[in-house]
C-alpha cells in the first residue's frame, strides 16, 4: 500500500511516497515538481526502512539501575511516573526553574516544540531551550529585525541565485532542484563558500570567501550597489527606513578596502554586486554556514539589506514573505510566572518572536557547571545529542554528566542517553502525526502523518508530553486523547480540520499566493518599513546599522593564537546520508560516500609530509581529534575542511572537541564553532 506523508528525518521536511506492507515501511520516495527522471534522490531517505526497523532502535524505557553501572527495561507507567516525581522533587528542593528541557534536532520541530514549552510553563519553568544560536534562528531573528519576518528564496523563478554558505545538494534537495530548474533557463548562478562544492563547479561564479566574513562582503556589496546606484530607489523611498544611515556605513567597506581580508579581489567584489543588482528577479539561499559564527546576526543583516536595496523582497522568482497560518498558540507563556530563564542575557533574542522562545543553548551549561545565574539539576533533553553537538563537547560532556537527573527522548542510544538516568524510547516519522513549523509559519500547511504504528513501545513525543503533563497534574491542559485532537485544537482559528487535511494532499492553502503584501499592510516592523536602521538595537546599545562601528571581533576561533595554530580549520557540510550525529549506525548509510576526513590542500600536504589516507592529528587550545586526511583543492591552501558530525562513530573524531564557547554574540549568544585556528600534523 502507498501512503503520502513528510519525511523529518532531516530538516528539508520533503513530501514522501511510502509503501508499507502491514505494520511495516518498506521503501520511501521524494515527490517534488520535477519529472521522476530527474528528481534528485535522497540517501538517507532509501535507507528510511533501515532506520526504522534497525536493531539499535530504542523501543522499551529504560531506568538507570541503583547500582549506576547499567539500565534495566522497565513500563512506561513506571518510566513516566519517575520522570514526574523527579520533576516535582527538584522544584520543591531548588524551584521550578531547576529544571530544563533541551530540544534538538530541527529536522522534528514543529508542534513537539510548542507541546514541550506548554508543559514547561505549566510546570513554572521558563528554561525550555532550542539550539537556535547555533542554526537558523538567529538568522531568522536578523531578517526579522529588518522586514519583519524570515524569507523564503523562489530560485525556479529567478534569474539570478545566490547560494551562501549552504551545500544544496547535501542539504536541500528541493533547492537544488530548483536551481537546475532555473539554470537550464538561463539563470546566473552565484556560489559563496570557502569549500569547493558540487554546485560551485558548475555556478557561474564562485566566491572563495574567507570563513566567517560574509558579513563583510555584503557591506562592500551594498556600498557598490549604492555607489554605482544599482538600488531600487522608488522601493527605498517608499518602503525603507535609515538608507542615509546605511550609505554612510557602508562607505567604509569598499571592495579596494576589504577585499584582502575576503580573500578575494576587488573586481569579483564589483561583479557579483552587478550580476546580483541587474539580473531581475533574484534570490538569495542563505544557510548555515553563516550559522556558528559569532557575527551572524549582523552579517545576515547586511545579507537581508541586499534583498530589499534591489527590490527583490517579496517578488516572484525574489525571496518571499511568508503568509502565516493563523493557528493558535498554545505554548500557555501566560502561565509561567516567578525566575527569569537561563538565557536572560540575551532578551532581545529571547522575545523576538512569540513561539521561538530560548534558543542559546551553551547557557545550559553555565547553569551546570558555573551554577549561573543560577544551577540547573535537571534537565529532560529530547532529540538531541548534546555532548557531540554542542560547541566545546569537552565541557559539555563533563556538564551532562554532572547533573543530579538527566532524561533523554530518542529514538537511538547515544553519547548523551549514555549518560542518562531515564531514557524514553521514540517513535520515527514515519511512526507519528504532526504539523512541521514551516507548514505553521507559512502556506501551504502539510500535515505529516503517521503511515506505520510505532516500532515496538516506542512513544510518538506528543504522547510522552502529554503523560507526563498529566502526571505532573495538568490534565486540564492535556485534555486530547489523540494528536489528531490537539492539531484541530491549534488549527481552530484557520477553520482546517485534520480531516480536511489529509483528504487534500500534499496540502492545504489558506488563501490565494500573493507577493508584494507590504503595499498594503507594510512590513511587520516597528516602522512598518524595511529598517536599514534600527532604532530598537540602538535602545539596547547594539549596533544600529550592521558593522556601523567596524567589522568587530574576529569571526575566527582562537585568531589570536595564530601563531601556534597557523591553519583555519572549518567545519565540514553535512553528508546527505544522516542529520546531524544520527544514523551512523545504520550499515547502508556507511556505505560510500567519503566518510571521517579532513580535506586539506595539495600544497599544504606536502609541506607536511600527508599522503592521502594518512592518519593525522588536528589540534586547538581546546582539544585533539584523529583522522584520515583527504588530498583535496577542494580547500585553499592554508585552510583544512574537517568532517563533522563522526563524534558519535568514533570518539576521536568529534570535531567539537576542537571548538570554543567562551566567546558569544552579545545579541543571540552565538559562538564562533564554525571555523578556527588549528595545527595540523601526521599522526606518529
Not at 161 to 172: A, E, F, H, Y
Not at 418 to 426: N, Q, T, Y
Request: with cysteine.
Amino acid at each position: 500500500m502507498k501512503k503520502d506523508t513528510v519525511c523529518s528525518l532531516c530538516s528539508s521536511c520533503c513530501p514522501v511516497e511510502v509503501e508499507v506492507a502491514g505494520h511495516t515501511l518498506v521503501r520511501a520516495r521524494r515527490k517534488s515538481l520535477v519529472a521522476p527522471a530527474n528528481r534528485l534522490s535522497c540517501a538517507r531517505l532509501a535507507a528510511a526502512a533501515d532506520i526504522v526497523t534497525s536493531p539499535g532502535r530504542l523501543t522499551t524505557p529504560l531506568i538507570r539501575t541503583s547500582n549506576g553501572a547499567d539500565f534495566r527495561e522497565s513500563t512506561w507507567e513506571e518510566a513516566i511516573a519517575l520522570v514526574a516525581q523527579k520533576f516535582i522533587d527538584h522544584k520543591e528542593q531548588a524551584g521550578a526553574q531547576s529544571v530544563a528541557w533541551l530540544r534538538g534536532m530541527a529536522a522534528d520541530w514543529g508542534t513537539p516544540w510548542d507541546y514541550a514549552n506548554r508543559l514547561m510553563n505549566l510546570f513554572g519553568s521558563p528554561n525550555t531551550i532550542g539550539n537556535g544560536s547555533s542554526c537558523s534562528v538567529a538568522r531568522d531573528m536578523a531578517q526579522s529585525y529588518t522586514y519583519g519576518s524570515m524569507a523564503f528564496p523562489e530560485p525556479r523563478q529567478a534569474n539570478c541565485i545566490i547560494v551562501w554558505g549552504k551545500n544544496v545538494d547535501n542539504s536541500s534537495l528541493s533547492a537544488a532542484e530548483d536551481i537546475r530548474h532555473a539554470m537550464k533557463n538561463g539563470a546566473k548562478i552565484i556560489v559563496i563558500d570557502p569549500v569547493r562544492t558540487a554546485l560551485a563547479n558548475r555556478a557561474d561564479l564562485w566566491l572563495q570567501i574567507k570563513p566567517g566574513h560574509d558579513g563583510l562582503l555584503a557591506m562592500a556589496m551594498i556600498h557598490v550597489i549604492i555607489s554605482e546606484k544599482l538600488y531600487e530607489s522608488d522601493f527605498v523611498d517608499r518602503y525603507t527606513v535609515g538608507f542615509a544611515e546605511l550609505k554612510k556605513t557602508a562607505a567604509q567597506y569598499s571592495p579596494r578596502a576589504v577585499s584582502e581580508q575576503l580573500w578575494l579581489t576587488a573586481e569579483q567584489i564589483r561583479l557579483v554586486s552587478h550580476i546580483y543588482a541587474t539580473a531581475k528577479p533574484a534570490s538569495i539561499i542563505d544557510g548555515n554556514g553563516l550559522d556558528m559564527h559569532r557575527e551572524v546576526f549582523q552579517s545576515t543583516r547586511a545579507i537581508a539589506m541586499l534583498r530589499a536595496l534591489t527590490g527583490n523582497l517579496d517578488k516572484p522568482g525574489g525571496d518571499a514573505l511568508p503568509k502565516p497560518v493563523p493557528v493558535r498558540n498554545i505554548q500557555m507563556r501566560e502561565r509561567l510566572h516567578g525566575a527569569l530563564p537561563i538565557t536572560h542575557e540575551y532578551p532581545l533574542f529571547n522575545s523576538f518572536s512569540d513561539t521561538w522562545g530560548n534558543q542559546v543553548q551553551g547557557c545550559v551549561i553555565d547553569a551546570i557547571l558555573d551554577r549561573s545565574p543560577y544551577p540547573l539539576n535537571m534537565v529532560v533533553v529530547q532529540s538531541g545529542n548534546p555532548v557531540i553537538t554542542m560547541a566545546d563537547a569537552n565541557r559539555a560532556r563533563k556538564a551532562f554528566a554532572r547533573l543530579e537527573t538527566l532524561v533523554v527522548i530518542d529514538m537511538f542510544m547515544t553519547e548523551t542517553a549514555k549518560l542518562a538516568d531515564v531514557i524514553l524510547p521514540a517513535s520515527s516519522c514515519f511512526e507519528k502525526t504532526q504539523l512541521n513549523r514551516s507548514s505553521i509559519r507559512n502556506n501551504p500547511i502539510f500535515l505529516q502523518r503517521g503511515v506505520i504504528p510505532p516500532v515496538g513501545s516506542s512513544w510518538p513525543d506528543w504522547k510522552i508530553v502529554f503523560e507526563l503533563g498529566r502526571k505532573l497534574g495538568f490534565a486540564a491542559e492535556f485534555p486530547w486523547t489523540s494528536v489528531e485532537e490537539a492539531i484541530d485544537y491549534q488549527l481552530e482559528p484557520t477553520g482546517i480540520t485534520v480531516k480536511e487535511l489529509l483528504e487534500n494532499e500534499p496540502g492545504f492553502r489558506l488563501g490565494a499566493h500573493s507577493y508584494e503584501k507590504y503595499k498594503g499592510k507594510g512590513f511587520d516592523t516597528p516602522s512598518g518599513k524595511v529598517e536599514f536602521y534600527s532604532p530598537r538595537l540602538a535602545q539596547a546599545g547594539f549596533a544600529a546599522v550592521p558593522f556601523q562601528d567596524g567589522p568587530g571581533d574576529s569571526s575566527i576561533g582562537f585568531a589570536d593564537c595564530s601563531d601556534e595554530y597557523p591553519m583555519l580549520g572549518m567545519s565540514g557540510s553535512r553528508d546527505i546520508r544522516f542529520t546531524n550525529t544520527q544514523f551512523r549506525t545504520i550499515p547502508s548509510l556507511l556505505k560510500d560516500g567519503a566518510g571521517c576526513i579532513v580535506d586539506i590542500h595539495p600544497d599544504d600536504a606536502r609541506l607536511k609530509i600527508i599522503a592521502d589516507g594518512d592518519e593525522i592529528r588536528v589540534e586547538t587550545p581546546k582539544g585533539a581529534i584523529e583522522m584520515k586526511a583527504r588530498i583535496s583543492p577542494l580547500v585553499r591552501a592554508g585552510t583544512v575542511c574537517i568532517a563533522w558530525g563522526w563524534g558519535e562513530y568514533d570518539a576521536r573524531s568529534n570535531l567539537n572537541v576542537l571548538t570554543e564557547d567562551d566567546k558569544r554574540s552579545t545579541i543571540t549568544g552565538t559562538s564562533t564553532s564554525r571555523s578556527f585556528m588549528c595545527r595540523v600534523r601526521r599522526r606518529a
